[in-house]
């Protein structure tokens, strides 16, 4: 058998089982609580919040440990007036017919439509970027594997940890986001994944009742 550099686990932590049911319970009673809002506050968010949650997110499992994923957190005035510019520029076509009707139907509950000003008034947008080529160090050349998984994994990952933080998100597509590379001068061995809105929630948001139904556990889950 090829032998490999290991080390033991020593962090695992093994809880009773009584109290591994109310770790779960209390976590889902914690994350049921996590909504895509619209509508953020101005105010500020540290830095270190938001470094500490990216830290988070790089520990997802990755194919082959590669890692494939780079986040540019942006909070300069100027670039998010940039990615608004540019998104909503995009969006209108897409709300303007190129979706199609039935996209637009599936939307059509949630409200939304092609203007973005959350993408200048959030303390933060964390653009999230696939990497085609690279490996555990930064020079590296390699294949990545399973690119599109392991980037989704980092980005709940993402997700669940701003909002233990005392955040709220929304996740933003715009089709296509190609122009996040340019602003946020990545290379072409990157692809824009997914656009991350972070931030505290303006006094008057509000959360769809359409996005409240979620299926239940017989609906999503099966035991065999």
Not at 82 to 92: D, M
Request: aromatic share 8%; proline share 4%.
């Amino acid at each position: 058998m090829q032998q490999h550099d290991c080390s033991p686990l020593s962090d695992f932590i093994e809880y009773p089982e009584a109290e591994m049911l109310t770790r779960s319970q209390d976590f889902y009673d914690a994350v049921k609580r996590r909504h895509s809002v619209r509508s953020f506050s101005d105010r500020a968010v540290d830095k270190q919040v938001i470094e500490n949650c990216l830290k988070a997110a790089g520990t997802a499992p990755s194919g082959a440990n590669h890692q494939p994923w780079h986040f540019v957190a942006v909070s300069s005035a100027d670039i998010k007036k940039q990615i608004r510019e540019q998104a909503e520029h995009h969006e209108r076509g897409f709300y303007e017919g190129r979706a199609g009707e039935e996209w637009l139907g599936a939307l059509k509950e949630l409200g939304t439509d092609a203007n973005k000003p959350y993408l200048e008034h959030a303390p933060w947008l964390i653009a999230i970027f696939s990497q085609k080529k690279g490996g555990i160090s930064e020079k590296d050349k390699n294949t990545n594997y399973y690119v599109h998984e392991s980037v989704g994994i980092a980005t709940g990952i993402l997700i669940t940890a701003l909002h233990n933080a005392g955040l709220v998100t929304l996740t933003h597509t715009p089709k296509p986001m190609s122009f996040l590379n340019k602003v946020c001068k990545r290379g072409d061995n990157e692809r824009a994944y997914m656009l991350l809105i972070a931030g505290y929630p303006s006094e008057d948001a509000t959360v769809p009742a359409h996005a409240q139904v979620k299926k239940s556990l017989a609906d999503i889950a099966t035991f065999l």
